[in-house]
């Protein structure tokens, strides 16, 4: 095996409870026998032993009582000397996986009843056909071989990994569909997709793939993808039909139409609901489903049209239409109304789809956030905004409870540790555990993970912990606080470009000039804060009650703003981007101290990947700072150096 089991690599541990040396009970279904499997497998790394495996015991044992159907609930609870794990298939395996985990952190009698909020939890993976990975920062794609699909013994392991920690659902290739992976409609690899969906389904996990709207001229030669042409819909209910018959466990499809050059309904004069809509109905009767990307907008803006705002075009776009999808389609909404920033507020799209489904995406790879070569713990993002309150309604009212779905961009590839910062599994693992439960702690989450990662040496999680729950805010700090976003290097959105973007087509400006930074978001700017609830319409339209944290997304703001704390906001940007260096120099430091205590090669790789985040911090406190200075020509207040 070239490649880490991250979590899963389970460590010997003394004081093991005596009914892991005895497993009983029967099971029936795959996914029991997984459970089984992953048990027995458990026990015997941790105590060194292999546990007897039995249908009776007398000694006290972990029984496994498998109920009838496909439910994910599980129970775990004591029964005399031992314990008793009931569920069905799909509630035995994650229920298993929660002893084991539970087990490995020092627990002896993990009592739990548990079942996930979500029917859908999963990955969205941008894997190329060639084997690329657009956004990928974790090495090359475990999905696809020599352009085409291929199921290897780390499809498992994946699988594995996914199930351990909640998640049900993986689609494997790219939303941009392109080359071979158009195929994967056709029929041409289908034995390669039954492969892929088997393997996936023996851990609960369910197998998408992303289609292209204009597929029936693509592939079926037809003149048109006009979704409400009969010829169109009739190629969609065959091909469907065709390909659900040959690949058990397909769930359904994901498509992004209408949007940065994909073609979509309204090439035809048509809605999103009449594009997805004609969709559902081809996959309906293979209990399949549709997810629908709402990342729709203008992508070739003129950067002179200052009432133009990217971050409206979604709620533009589908709030109008709730109420008009089919049972089965759900509209996948960013977490933030424009791209997965280090600091967005949340999509006021998400308040207003009351009657449709709607399913929040969130982004493990690090594409604005240091692309896997800084740290950048996510969870605690992840966690306000499901616990964001919308304001339509008294009760229920959190994006938590208000979507019924949730999907993060994977961050994996085939590099030896999944990730390519070790410290980034823990982003995955985070987000599995809250796609499962939105109450999950995140800071009790880094614990469980670096114990789970690192062993129980309480130095190693202290450091560990504290520099993960901290690296948000200091990568925040050293690049684009307040709100403001972008500033990278366009294209590869690594690095600092204060003007990258600034003239380009992309709507992604902050209009800065000698005395002050931002587009106005308010009722007398783009009327961007009217799009939700009066309450938070309220909090958000004016300078003096908008969250800071959030200043620079909403407000045209001059520089000489008095801060809450009494500073300019000029200096505010000059303080963080020192502060977020100096705090980044500490996280090295700190897992510079733990040599000799982690796994060497981790050692190494994260010291090799803090060297770069220092080195691209620097770049990013100078070059930032040094341009307001020349913009302004406003020193710094602390004599720092900037540069002319």
């Not at 003394?14 to 892991?20: F, I, K, Q, S, V």
């Not at 009776?56 to 031992?82: N, Y």
């Not at 692309?371 to 905004?385: K, S």
């Not at 080195?615 to 406190?621: G, L, P, V």
């Amino acid at each position: 095996m070239d490649y880490s089991l991250l979590w899963l690599d389970w460590k010997r541990r003394e004081g093991l409870p005596a009914y892991t040396a005895a497993l009983c009970g029967e099971v029936k279904t795959g996914e029991g026998r997984a459970a089984l499997l992953e048990l027995a497998e458990g026990f015997r790394a941790m105590s060194g032993l292999a546990p007897a495996v039995d249908r009776q015991t007398g000694s006290p044992c972990l029984r496994l009582e498998e109920l009838e159907g496909s439910g994910e609930e599980f129970s775990l609870f004591r029964e005399g000397g031992g314990m008793c794990l009931r569920g069905c298939g799909k509630g035995l395996l994650y229920g298993a996986f929660y002893l084991l985990r539970h087990l490995a952190l020092g627990e002896v009698f993990p009592e739990k009843t548990a079942s996930p909020a979500y029917p859908i939890r999963m990955l969205d993976h941008w894997d190329n056909a060639d084997g690329s990975i657009e956004r990928g920062y974790s090495g090359r794609s475990f999905f696809f071989r020599e352009g085409r699909p291929a199921c290897t013994a780390r499809t498992r392991d994946y699988a594995r990994l996914l199930a351990s920690c909640g998640l049900n659902g993986s689609c494997i290739n790219n939303v941009n569909v392109k080359g071979n992976a158009l195929y994967l409609l056709s029929g041409k690899y289908n034995k390669e997709l039954r492969e892929i969906a088997a393997c996936l389904g023996e851990y609960g996990v369910a197998l998408w793939i992303s289609v292209s709207f204009s597929a029936p001229m693509e592939l079926g030669g037809l003149p048109t993808a006009d979704p409400l042409d009969e010829g169109v819909r009739a190629w969609w209910r065959e091909t469907c039909a065709s390909l659900f018959a040959a690949v058990p466990n397909l769930a359904g499809f994901l498509v992004k139409a209408d949007s940065e050059g994909r073609p979509g309904p309204h090439t035809y004069g048509r809605s999103h609901a009449e594009g997805a809509n004609m969709l559902a109905q081809a996959v309906a009767p293979h209990g399949g489903r549709i997810l629908w990307r709402c990342f729709v907008y203008n992508c070739t803006q003129d950067w002179r049209d200052t009432k133009t705002d990217r971050a409206r075009a979604q709620c533009d776009t589908f709030a109008p239409l709730d109420g008009l999808f089919l049972p089965n389609v759900y509209l996948q909404a960013k977490n933030g109304p424009v791209d997965f920033q280090i600091r967005e507020p949340v999509s006021p799209l998400l308040g207003r789809l009351p009657r449709t489904n709607s399913l929040l995406e969130f982004q493990l790879a690090q594409e604005y956030t240091g692309q896997q070569r800084h740290v950048c713990y996510l969870p605690a993002m992840f966690r306000e905004v499901l616990d964001f309150r919308l304001r339509h309604r008294e009760e229920r009212d959190t994006v938590a409870e208000s979507i019924q779905a949730v999907t993060a961009v994977s961050n994996t590839g085939d590099d030896p540790n999944w990730t390519g910062h070790d410290l980034a599994a823990a982003n995955l693992f985070g987000f599995g555990l809250l796609s499962w439960d939105p109450k999950a702690d995140p800071a009790e989450i880094a614990r469980e993970w670096s114990v789970l990662t690192f062993g129980p040496d309480p130095r190693v999680t202290e450091a560990v912990c504290r520099i993960l729950l901290g690296s948000r805010e200091t990568y925040e700090k050293y690049t684009v606080p307040l709100g403001i976003g972008w500033m990278c290097v366009p294209g590869v959105h690594y690095g600092p470009s204060p003007e990258g973007y600034e003239y380009d087509r992309w709507g992604t400006y902050h209009r800065a000039t000698c005395r002050a930074i931002g587009v106005e978001r308010g009722p007398e700017g783009t009327g961007y804060t009217e799009q939700y609830a009066p309450p938070l319409a309220e909090l958000y339209r004016e300078i003096g009650s908008c969250p800071e944290e959030l200043l620079l997304f909403f407000h045209r703001v001059p520089y000489s703003h008095r801060m809450k704390d009494g500073r300019t906001l000029l200096q505010r940007i000059y303080d963080d981007h020192f502060e977020g260096y100096e705090e980044a120099e500490e996280m090295a430091r700190a897992w510079d101290a733990l040599e000799g205590r982690v796994p060497e090669d981790a050692f190494r790789r994260v010291r090799e990947r803090f060297r770069e985040q220092l080195r691209s911090a620097r770049e990013w406190r100078d070059i930032i700072n040094s341009w307001f200075y020349r913009l302004t020509e406003i020193p710094d207040e602390k004599g720092r150096t900037l540069y002319l």
